[in-house]
C-alpha cells in the first residue's frame, strides 16, 4: 500500500455577513443641516403671515376709494352707469358699516328701513333720501346728468360716507 498522502484541510469557513452600515456624516453636520432647514422653513412660514397681515380697507376707505375713482372718470361714463356705480359704492358703505340691507333694498324699502333705524341723523337721511332719489332718475327714469350733476352727486356721496366731516384731499 502505498502511503497516502495526508489530505489537505479545507478552509475554515466563516459566516457570510451582510454589509456594516456606517453613517457617512458627522453629527454635529446632521444637527447644523437640520438646525438650518428649520430655520428656512420658519422664514418661509413668517413671510407668508407677514403679507397675509396686511390691513384691509375699512367700509368707508372703499366707499372713498370707489367714490375718488368715479370723480377721476368724470363724464366720460353714461349717466345710468354713473348712476349703478355711485348707488353701489354708498349702499355697499351702508351695509357694511351700520349692517343694514341697503343693497338688495329698493329705494322706497330702504328709505323705510332707515327711518326707524337710530343709526342715522335726520340731516343724513334726508340727504340719503335726496342721493336715492337723485340716483333712481338716473338709473330708471334714464336722466341725462351734466358735469355739475356728476359732482354734487359725488359730493353728497362722499358727504355721507364721511359722516358730514370734510374728506381730506389724498394727492
Do not use: C
Not at 113 to 142: C, H, I, P, Q, Y
Amino acid at each position: 500500500m502505498m502511503p497516502q498522502a495526508p489530505a489537505a484541510t479545507p478552509a475554515p469557513l466563516h459566516d457570510i455577513a451582510g454589509p456594516l452600515m456606517v453613517f457617512p456624516y458627522p453629527l454635529w453636520m446632521v444637527i447644523v443641516g437640520a438646525l438650518a432647514l428649520l430655520a428656512l422653513v420658519g422664514l418661509g412660514v413668517w413671510l407668508t403671515r407677514r403679507k397675509r397681515s396686511a390691513r384691509p380697507l375699512t367700509p368707508r376707505q372703499r366707499a372713498l376709494a370707489a367714490i375718488q375713482e368715479l370723480r377721476q372718470e368724470g363724464a366720460e361714463t353714461n349717466a345710468y352707469a354713473f348712476g349703478v356705480r355711485v348707488s353701489d359704492a354708498l349702499r355697499t358703505y351702508i351695509r357694511d358699516q351700520h349692517g343694514l340691507d341697503a343693497v338688495t333694498r329698493t329705494s322706497v324699502e330702504f328709505l323705510d328701513v332707515l327711518r326707524k333705524n337710530m343709526a342715522f341723523t335726520d340731516n343724513e337721511k334726508g340727504a340719503l333720501s335726496e342721493f336715492l332719489e337723485s340716483v333712481d332718475l338716473l338709473k330708471f327714469a334714464r336722466q341725462d346728468a351734466d358735469k355739475q350733476d356728476v359732482e354734487a352727486l359725488l359730493a353728497l356721496a362722499e358727504r355721507l360716507v364721511s359722516g358730514g366731516e370734510p374728506v381730506k384731499e389724498t394727492a
